[in-house]
């Protein structure tokens, strides 16, 4: 997918993965770029800077996820990207209340299920598409002190790949960024990057160049610290050893706090 003269949407797009992707989509010449999420003033200086559009959304509600893509349809023309990026870091066991199980599902997961639902069957039809589904590192090996997060990375992940295989063949491609460490306002937090920093932080515009080249060789598995592959391979070659390791990391580490 060549940036170049396309139309993107970007979720999550008033700071850090999301505000990086949109001004390195403009850069590499996007014909508009769209960002949307909770946060209007941001997003609307990021749109300004990218001479762009920002649409308040809430990626949690499916009537808003197909608003937007009306929106954009109608007001600037057929949706190139769709970068379903949004995303909160409330860690947490499984003791967890329920709300904060359904909180983590509803953004790491459904708001997936909503993006694809309004805009892939539209790219389908055109032949070309691209999907770029944000999920983490975690949701490939783990996050040893978080259950909510690591579940519903994981689910996203599966998700991605399932959509992956039921559009390929009707030209819609589908990539899903798993980074460690961004320096974002999430990593900011208390302890927010205290795992995922194991291999190091990298700013977002670097992780903003690795997308942009594993879009143009069309990747599925977009890993902005290589090191990830490696795990994957480790993990998957024994799984055994790989748990108990983890779980001397996490005895070493101890749990994080919940409300963080």
């Not at 990021?46 to 009537?63: R, S």
């Not at 808003?64 to 860690?91: H, K, M, T, W, Y």
Request: hydrophobic share 50%; net charge negative.
């Amino acid at each position: 997918m060549n940036i170049k003269n396309r139309i993107a949407v970007i979720t999550g797009g008033a700071t850090g993965i999301g505000a990086a992707l949109a001004r390195r989509f403009h850069a590499e010449g996007a014909k508009c770029v769209v960002v949307a999420g909770l946060q209007p003033e941001l997003l609307a200086a990021v749109a300004q800077e990218v001479g762009g559009l920002a649409v308040p959304c809430d990626v949690a509600n499916e009537a808003e996820i197909q608003a937007l893509v009306a929106r954009v349809e109608r007001d600037i023309g057929p949706i190139d990207i769709f970068c379903s990026n949004a995303g909160i870091a409330r860690l947490g066991d499984e003791d967890v209340p329920d709300a904060e199980w359904q909180l983590n599902w509803d953004i790491h997961v459904m708001a997936h299920v909503y993006a694809v639902r309004a805009v892939a069957p539209l790219m389908a039809a055109r032949g070309e598409g691209y999907l770029v589904h944000t999920a983490s590192a975690a949701g490939l090996l783990s996050h040893i002190q978080s259950a909510t997060y690591s579940v519903t990375k994981h689910a996203a992940v599966a998700f991605a790949e399932w959509v992956s295989i039921k559009y390929r063949e009707q030209g819609v491609r589908v990539s899903v960024l798993a980074p460690q460490a961004v320096r974002t306002p999430m990593t900011e937090r208390p302890d927010g990057a205290a795992v995922a920093s194991v291999d190091g932080m990298i700013e977002p515009e670097a992780l903003a160049e690795c997308v942009v080249r594993s879009m143009d060789r069309e990747e599925f598995l977009i890993l902005p610290h290589p090191g990830v592959r490696d795990y994957m391979v480790r993990k998957a070659t024994d799984v055994d050893r790989w748990l108990k390791g983890m779980a001397r990391w996490r005895a070493q580490a101890g749990p994080a706090p919940r409300d963080v």
